[in-house]
């Protein structure tokens, strides 16, 4: 069964831009070794990652983060925290989704966020300091909770902004 943390790595192997080896991407996104072991093994039962291609399966990726990652990984509003910047409050979703201005703010918790906002749960607790150092990892990561938490309008929105990355990738041409 594919778990919440399987797509965070799905998406740091999507928004990696050079030769990678298990431990340079686990150190990437802050987690350790056997974490990307396992979530790519479990990937590779689902049909979303290939280790042939040594990449996801974009097909799949997509359909599976559109139609079922917010049953697989559902996600809420929580409390008032500082944080990270998620969901449509972060980048692409903020520069397509207009907010009301009147709710704060869905975050990452994280004890050194400029942010203060409703938290929610990032698909791994190793996301907000990941994202600080690689920006394309949290853009991804932004339209994946978007699609986890948003309703049927930012979850449009987010789909359509995943399928247009999915398909300026460069490993594109070999799907």
Same mark, same amino acid.
């Given at each position: 069964?594919?778990?919440?943390?399987?797509? *965070?790595?799905?998406?740091?192997?999507?928004?990696?831009?050079?030769?990678?080896? *298990? #431990? &340079?991407?686990?150190?990437?996104?802050?987690?350790?070794?056997?974490?990307?072991?396992?979530?790519?093994?479990?990937?590779?039962?689902?049909?979303?990652?290939?280790?042939?291609?040594?990449?996801?399966?974009?097909?799949?990726?997509?359909?599976?983060?559109?139609?079922?990652?917010?049953?697989?990984?559902?996600?809420?509003?929580? !409390?008032?925290?500082?944080?990270?910047? !998620?969901?449509?409050?972060?980048?692409?979703?903020?520069?397509?989704? #207009? &907010? &009301?201005?009147?709710?704060?703010?869905?975050?990452?918790? *994280?004890?050194?966020? #400029?942010?203060?906002?409703?938290?929610?749960?990032?698909?791994?607790?190793?996301?907000?300091?990941?994202?600080?150092?690689?920006?394309?990892?949290?853009?991804?990561?932004?339209?994946?909770?978007?699609?986890?938490?948003?309703?049927?309008?930012?979850?449009?929105?987010?789909?359509?902004?995943?399928?247009?990355?999915?398909?300026?990738?460069? &490993?594109?041409?070999?799907?």
């Amino acid at each position: 069964m594919v778990k919440a943390a399987d797509i *965070y790595v799905l998406a740091g192997l999507l928004e990696q831009d050079e030769q990678w080896s *298990y #431990r &340079s991407l686990a150190h990437r996104l802050r987690v350790a070794h056997p974490v990307v072991q396992r979530a790519l093994e479990r990937a590779k039962a689902a049909e979303l990652y290939s280790p042939d291609r040594r990449g996801p399966h974009l097909p799949h990726f997509e359909e599976f983060a559109v139609h079922a990652l917010r049953f697989i990984a559902p996600a809420q509003l929580g !409390a008032l925290v500082p944080g990270v910047p !998620a969901a449509w409050a972060a980048e692409p979703m903020a520069g397509a989704i #207009r &907010s &009301s201005g009147d709710e704060p703010p869905p975050v990452w918790p *994280y004890a050194q966020g #400029r942010v203060r906002g409703q938290a929610i749960e990032p698909l791994h607790p190793a996301a907000p300091e990941a994202v600080e150092s690689w920006s394309g990892l949290g853009e991804l990561l932004a339209l994946l909770d978007s699609l986890r938490l948003g309703d049927a309008r930012v979850r449009n929105v987010a789909g359509d902004l995943l399928a247009e990355r999915l398909r300026s990738l460069p &490993s594109v041409a070999n799907q």
